[in-house]
């Protein structure tokens, strides 16, 4: 859980980065922004913070040597050492430049900036912050002089939407550090790997969250696909116990989930089957026990929600308690039914 309600904007500094493939280079900046204007030190800080509200959070990794990632050998240098500021910002554009090397990267701003008294889970920590901007929206501006209007079209920077973002906090420094990603992705797959892949190489953090969230979502796939020839119903009431099963507990067990939810014992020899593959196809393993993460639960609550398509016809949303509903068959018309037991229309 992040906090940004004390944060302070202690410096920042602006360069501007084109597209490698186009030899676009780089424009540095020879000093940082002037943050005396109280106003502009909330509109920067809106700018840069109101994108982050994902609880996904990510280390910065190397296959051979942590200090050999680029971003996280400058962060640790600016963060050592506040002097190493310019210079090491100077470095993290270069580095993003090298980066951007793919025709459909778009050149624009790129911004490192100091927060001060960020609180990350109950524990305050200063962060960088790096940001770019892709992407300009047009504004109409209006002037008016002696009761004349006059209207001008200007290109400029939208402070709601943040194209590229990444708050790396001074926490867990042997793991990676902790970090945040903001990444509106391009439509090209070669374009959208850049920032968080190429640029700053980060993996997902393994925290009770990311392994919430992928057993939640191993669970839904195998309500869904792993048992053949199953009744839509069953298949919505499996979905409806395990997500009753994970608000419900704090310590997730596999053993238990499997007992109290699965029940039956070829449905968990098929479940043990199904994950196993699921790991291996996704590239990830999963825990077998783990403190349940309530913010996990109520993002990924929505994908529990089972929909029933009934030909052309009708489509039923069922968001829970599938033991209102009874399926049948009509010997007199020949067709499927549903019965929807509830207590009030609305």
């Known amino acids: 859980m992040v906090d940004f309600s004390a944060a302070e904007l202690s410096q920042v500094i602006v360069h501007k980065i084109g597209n490698k493939t186009e030899d676009e280079g780089i424009i540095f900046s020879e000093k940082e922004i002037s943050l005396e204007d109280e106003n502009l030190r909330e509109i920067l800080l809106h700018y840069f913070l109101s994108s ?19 971003v996280y050998n400058y962060s640790c240098k600016i963060f050592d050492n506040p002097t190493e500021f310019e210079p090491q910002a100077k470095n993290i554009a270069k580095h993003l430049y090298e980066n951007s090397n793919h025709p459909k990267i778009k050149g624009g701003e790129f ?98 969250y990311f392994h919430t969230k992928n057993y939640m979502a191993v669970c839904k796939a195998f309500s869904e696909k792993g048992i053949e020839n199953i009744d839509r119903t069953d298949t919505i009431a499996l979905k409806d116990d395990t997500m009753k099963h994970f608000a419900e507990t704090e310590n997730f067990s596999t053993e238990e989930y499997e007992k109290e939810v699965l029940v039956n014992p070829e449905a968990i020899e098929i479940f043990k089957d199904f994950k196993q593959n699921y790991e291996e196809d996704h590239g990830i393993k999963l825990n077998n026990e783990f403190s349940v993460s309530e913010n996990a639960v109520k993002e990924n609550k929505k994908k529990f929600k089972s929909i029933l398509k009934l030909d052309k016809n009708f489509t039923v949303y069922v968001h829970g308690k599938p033991q209102l509903m009874v399926k049948g068959f009509d010997n007199t018309i020949g067709k499927n039914f549903y019965t929807f037991y509830f207590d009030e229309e609305k």
């Open 52 to 70: 982050f509200k994902e609880h996904i959070f990510h280390n910065f990794v190397h296959e051979a040597d942590i200090n050999l990632n680029e």
């Open 111 to 208: 911004y490192v900036c100091i927060l001060k008294n960020c609180m990350l889970d109950d524990e305050i920590a200063d962060a960088i912050g790096i940001f770019k901007t892709e992407n300009k929206d047009t504004y109409l501006k209006v002037n008016e002089k002696n009761r004349i209007f006059d209207l001008k079209a200007e290109d400029g920077i939208n402070i709601k939407k943040l194209d590229k973002g990444c708050l790396i906090f001074n926490t867990e420094r042997k793991n990676g550090f902790i970090s945040s990603i903001v990444d509106t992705v391009s439509k090209s797959k070669e374009a959208a790997r850049y920032w968080k892949d190429d640029f700053l190489a980060v993996e997902p953090r393994e925290d009770d």
